[in-house]
């Protein structure tokens, strides 16, 4: 690991400004995917921000009949409040799916919805990577492509998103509140959070230079069933080949969120007004622009299946 140095930031805004004042500085709370990526050489700060004296820890309701969830609220906290179970039961049954128990208990919000989008091949860095050093090439491209994107990749990158706790959050509409370095605030809602790879795949979110996350809001509950299925190589401890976050409601309309397939957690709203139709119809929408490869064509028939599944729970 190549040395660094390090400081504790009191408010958010001290926080974005130590980022602004340290050029390639990251921020750090649970830590769970940087120090990972620093041992490997593959993350190399210079300068590391500690959040965790934020007052950023708490769930709260909000007048709009929402929640608020602070950025630095543990995975496992959030998965486990009564509301959340209550009124957004998708996210969390997403959440307790994720990783492992030990690392819930670390990871936050933020950095959950902050993994890097990535591939065996940008672990590699004895291989060409565009996300490692832009430019390079993308050695997952012609490589082994069975667990990587099938639809809205590009000729630059074909790597996935691993979060399944952004799946759901994209199925609830959720929106990222942030703080910038010169204290103004922004609301990004969450499908506008995520890039897509383009030909700039290192840039993987709409935050600026500096800009924090300081929480998570959701809307009033959706009511309907509400529903985190995964599918994956291991019963734990592993990504998802394809999952599907859904709300569907009585008469069959609903909403649905894909994970595994895509560099960001993948929606398409134009396409679920074909749910009642059934899931043939719906996914054949979903992923009207899907270029699956040899390798993982077999995701777009197992997303429609995974979707099948959903959908027949959320009719018992």
């Excluded at 383009?198 to 998570?216: M, W």
């Excluded at 054949?284 to 429609?304: C, G, H, Q, S, Y």
Aim: glycine share 8%.
């Amino acid at each position: 690991m190549n040395p660094f140095t390090y400081e504790r930031a009191r408010t958010p805004a001290e926080a974005a400004s130590a980022a602004v004042r340290n050029p390639g500085a990251r921020f750090i709370a649970g830590g769970t995917n940087l120090l990972d990526l620093m041992k490997l050489q593959i993350e190399t700060p210079a300068h590391l921000i500690d959040v965790n004296a934020l007052a950023l820890n708490k769930i709260e309701a909000i007048p709009e009949g929402g929640l608020r969830i602070g950025a630095l609220v543990r995975n496992t906290d959030l998965a486990s409040d009564e509301r959340v179970r209550r009124d957004y039961a998708v996210l969390s049954r997403a959440i307790s799916a994720g990783a492992s128990g030990q690392i819930r208990n670390k990871a936050t919000t933020a950095g959950n919805l902050l993994q890097r989008t990535r591939c065996p091949y940008f672990y590699d860095t004895a291989q060409p990577c565009n996300k490692r050093t832009p430019g390079s090439g993308c050695s997952a491209i012609g490589g082994v492509t069975r667990a990587l994107a099938v639809v809205g990749a590009s000729n630059s990158c074909i790597a996935t998103h691993p979060s399944d706790m952004a799946v759901a959050m994209r199925a609830l509409d959720a929106t990222v509140e942030t703080v910038k370095p010169d204290g103004s605030t922004r609301r990004i809602p969450i499908a506008e959070f995520y890039r897509l790879p383009g030909d700039t795949p290192q840039i993987e979110t709409a935050l600026e230079g500096g800009e924090i996350i300081t929480a998570v809001t959701l809307p009033p509950p959706a009511g309907g069933a509400q529903i985190y299925r995964k599918v994956r190589d291991r019963a734990s401890y592993a990504f998802a080949l394809v999952s599907v976050a859904a709300v569907v409601q009585r008469d069959g309309t609903g909403r649905v969120a894909l994970g595994g397939v895509a560099h960001k957690p993948w929606r398409v709203e134009k396409a679920e007004a074909e749910l009642p139709r059934g899931a043939k119809v719906a996914m054949a929408a979903i992923m009207a622009d899907a270029r699956p490869t040899r390798d993982n064509a077999f995701k777009v028939a197992l997303a429609e299946r995974t979707l099948a599944s959903v959908l027949a729970e959320a009719k018992v």
